[in-house]
């Protein structure tokens, strides 16, 4: 075969020859007639790159909606392909026809330089055997390669739209080949492959002009779904690679010990230690008044449930990563899954694929607002609500009339968390301050207090005898620590007896210590004044609002009415004139404000002080009612 390409090729090259008398040039026109003569397959390839690129969202979109279970990604993109008719190893047949072309050009170029013409003999020199001049051809094809990878890098279709990563592999490779070529061939076959890869960029040019990808390629889609794709795999920040994971033998023994164990009936996912105080109420109501094992699964390595799981054999707590944790969803097989998560499968956290019947229960970590602080649509996706109070109850059945999804069970169940708190709170009544303490606790948004009117609040307040704590929101610190530390260092003249900041945060004592809170639109204000029966000082920051079309709902939003009936709201503005006098009148007319946040309390919860029992016997009935749904259709 080698020596029928080797007859057909001299059948070509000879006649150029006689044309331009010179073998350098010869071999130059020789590749373009190749490079002709193979274009239709170069469109073929062209039209079958243009074909993935085509389809490259909808592959994204499988590997964010199988996110980490690789399997199933290679089983439906195999499918894609076929449904699509793209190969994906037909972009290696003009390499190989190039690499035979190479084979087939040995004898040729042997017998050239056995003719003993003039010039000939640089054409059979082999740089690893010969060594001298003939060392200059392993850098050109080297040369030659790079340029045309970083060329096909914004002119081929394929190419443009790979990763960096892919784009860097994919040059190098050829790059790399190229050099070991032009060491161990003779020096007219590694002129040969200059050629090609020189003349392979207009071969892509012409391409682009015959079958022109901007026709058929909507990039504005194919950059939104790898970006989504790339969020995921950016989940927990970038490592780097050589960086080992202390975390990882733990997290994959966890996730495999997950999976081991079958017929698990209710699992509580937890996105950090914090969350347990959500759930403790309705665990405890599982433990005492059944028999199931609580799956208990948190992305915090050092979260409480460790330690609370060492004196409770029922619970088995898993720790995984978020990334892990995708996956982990997408195989879920549990009769109810319980989370204070929004936006269920809407970004990264999807429904089980797996099991379809599963119940996803929503347990708020709120008390507030779901039309003007959650994000439209963010609770479509759960079968079940348990909610805090009636005026939840009526902002989601507004939300489902006005977006038509279907209806949610939405469980009367009020809130643990307040519950806790009451209790602890009159475990310790009777523990006066030395004087009056002001908590002031803004929200971490844009324009708080703390960023807008700080000044305007405080300097009114300091010498009239109060005790004042800053509580910034730990995101705020998150997020904005110079700011923090740049306004601790404007007040470090004043005594700390006189104005406290806040470093520990693992324990609400200044919460349940103060008399009077100042906020602006966080919701540890309804945690306050529903916890301790104090007033809240509201300042009228512009409004934390996750959904500006929560007025076409048709309902109130809690976070605007609450604010004048458990506190009084002033205008950044008025500050500094009003500030000082609403303090005086909160404090002295506590019993008033007791007796007042009282009965908007007590019509504000569900089964206040058993928001937790209720919870759990909502939980256990489900579970119960699924068992007996099994047994019956056995």
């Not at 040995?106 to 003039?118: A, E, H, L, Y």
């Not at 914090?274 to 609580?294: H, N, Q, R």
């Not at 002001?438 to 948004?445: D, F």
Request: negative net charge; charged residues 25%.
């Amino acid at each position: 075969m080698l020596e029928a390409l080797s007859n057909l090729f001299s059948l070509v090259l000879d006649p150029i020859y006689g044309l331009t008398g010179n073998w350098w040039t010869t071999i130059l026109l020789f590749t373009l007639v190749i490079k002709i003569v193979l274009l239709p397959l170069s469109l073929w390839v062209q039209k079958n790159s243009i074909r993935m690129v085509q389809i490259m969202p909808q592959v994204n979109r499988l590997k964010t909606r199988y996110f980490g279970d690789n399997e199933t990604i290679g089983e439906e993109q195999t499918k894609l392909y076929k449904e699509n008719h793209y190969h994906p190893l037909l972009s290696l047949i003009p390499l190989a026809v190039q690499i035979l072309i190479l084979f087939g050009l040995v004898d040729v170029v042997r017998g050239i330089t056995n003719s003993g013409q003039p010039g000939t003999e640089f054409l059979g020199l082999v740089p690893v055997t010969d060594g001298g001049l003939s060392w200059i051809m392993p850098p050109l094809a080297g040369l030659s390669a790079l340029v045309l990878g970083l060329a096909q890098n914004h002119i081929n279709p394929l190419q443009r739209e790979q990763s960096k990563a892919e784009q860097f592999s994919t040059n190098g490779l050829s790059v790399v080949l190229s050099l070991v070529l032009g060491v161990f061939v003779a020096a007219g076959m590694a002129f040969y492959w200059i050629c090609s890869n020189v003349l392979a960029i207009g071969v892509q040019l012409a391409c682009n002009l015959i079958v022109n990808p901007n026709n058929y390629i909507d990039r504005e889609e194919v950059d939104a779904t790898r970006q989504e794709l790339d969020s995921l795999k950016n989940l927990g920040g970038k490592t780097a690679w050589w960086k080992p994971n202390p975390l990882a033998r733990r997290e994959k023994r966890d996730y495999k010990r997950f999976f081991n164990i079958v017929g698990k009936h209710i699992v509580f996912y937890s996105e950090g230690s914090g969350f347990y105080k959500y759930f403790k109420g309705a665990i405890e109501y599982l433990l005492e008044k059944s028999d199931l094992i609580i799956h208990y699964v948190t992305n915090d390595p050092d979260d409480q449930i460790f330690k609370i799981a060492e004196d409770n054999p029922r619970i088995f707590p898993y720790y995984t990563s978020e990334k892990r944790a995708i996956t982990m969803f997408m195989k879920m097989e549990a009769d109810v899954v319980v989370l204070t998560l929004p936006d269920l499968d809407n970004y990264y956290m999807k429904r089980s694929y797996v099991k379809k019947d599963v119940e996803y229960v929503y347990m708020f970590h709120h008390t507030t607002s779901v039309n003007m602080i959650s994000p439209e649509g963010c609770y479509d996706h759960y079968d079940t609500m348990l909610c805090t109070g009636p005026h939840q109850v009526a902002e989601l059945r507004a939300i489902e009339e006005h977006r038509h999804t279907p209806e949610k069970k939405l469980i009367e169940a009020g809130y643990d968390l307040i519950d806790q708190e009451i209790r602890d709170y009159e475990a310790r009544e009777g523990e006066g301050n030395a004087r009056p303490t002001i908590l002031i606790a803004p929200s971490w948004q844009e324009d708080n207090i703390l960023d807008s009117c700080f000044d305007d609040l405080v300097e009114p307040l300091l010498g009239k005898g109060y005790r004042i704590i800053v509580r910034p929101h730990p995101e705020y610190l998150k997020r904005f620590r110079p700011r923090w530390d740049a306004l601790k260092q404007r007040y470090q003249h004043v005594d700390e007896e006189e104005l406290f900041f806040e470093k520990d945060f693992s324990t609400n004592d200044s919460i349940l210590s103060s008399d009077v809170l100042v906020t602006d639109w966080s919701s540890i204000s309804s945690e306050f004044c529903f916890t301790t029966l104090k007033p809240v000082v509201f300042v009228d920051t512009p409004a934390k609002v996750n959904n500006p079309n929560w007025r076409e709902y048709g309902c109130d939003a809690t976070d605007l009415t609450l604010r004048n009936e458990v506190g009084v709201a002033i205008e950044p503005s008025e500050l500094r004139e009003r500030v000082g006098e609403v303090v005086d009148e909160m404090l002295a007319g506590k019993d008033e404000w007791r007796e007042r946040i009282a009965e908007v309390r007590e019509h504000f919860f569900y089964n206040l002080g058993h928001g937790g029992e209720v919870a759990g016997a909502y939980l256990l009935e489900t579970i119960l009612d699924k068992q007996a749904e099994r047994e019956a259709a056995a």
